[in-house]
């Protein structure tokens, strides 16, 4: 075996062995059945850590990439007043011992808070509900690191890019 394959081989199999351990570090479930599991719960292992979930009328949409930055433009989506958007931020294992969960990033605030409500926050500080109050454009932004022109940026960062329609009973 030559140099540059016997190299190769040494890389391919620590890449594979990184890939087992980072699917290996999900979170354990307790136990808990498919019907109350919430509704970010993601099935299997995946080594892509998206900075947040969002769920608009049902669809569950991952936010930002797989390295934990959101991105700059941020996901656009369209909802009609009166309806809902909720954010789960992901969380990671912190405190003196390793094994309390926070979320990786503050839950976002409304931009335009008469479009689109800031809602309660679950106790955990990683979940929150927001409603389309009436039309217009708002982006959900928070304190992280994001993507911009290839660039990292720490700092304000959109989450969602949020347009309100008026909604269909009006």
């Known amino acids: 075996m030559t140099g540059t394959w016997r190299r190769r081989a040494v890389v ?3 890449a594979a062995a990184a ?4 699917a290996s570090c999900g979170l354990a479930h ?3 059945s498919a019907s109350s599991r919430p509704w970010w719960y993601q099935t299997g292992t995946t080594t ?3 900075p947040a979930w969002v769920r608009v009328e049902g669809q569950v949409i991952a936010v930002g990439d797989c390295a934990g930055l959101f991105l ?3 996901r656009q989506v369209t909802v009609q007043a009166g309806q809902r958007i909720d954010v789960r931020m992901t969380e990671e294992y912190a405190g003196p011992s ?3 969960l926070v979320p990786m990033f503050p839950l976002p605030h409304s931009s335009r808070p008469a ?3 800031d809602g309660a926050a679950s106790q955990d500080r990683a979940s929150e509900t927001y409603r389309a109050m009436r039309p217009g454009h708002a982006v959900l932004t928070t304190q992280g690191w994001c993507l911009a022109g290839g660039a990292q940026i720490h700092g304000s960062c959109p989450v969602l890019d949020v347009t309100v329609v008026a909604s ?3």
């Open 72 to 74: 700059v433009p941020a």
């Open 98 to 100: 390793g094994n309390q």
């Open 30 to 32: 307790s136990g808990a």
């Open 19 to 22: 890939a087992f351990l980072l």
């Open 115 to 117: 479009v689109l409500a």
């Open 168 to 170: 269909a009973q009006a």
């Open 48 to 50: 892509c850590a998206t």
């Open 12 to 14: 391919c199999a620590f």
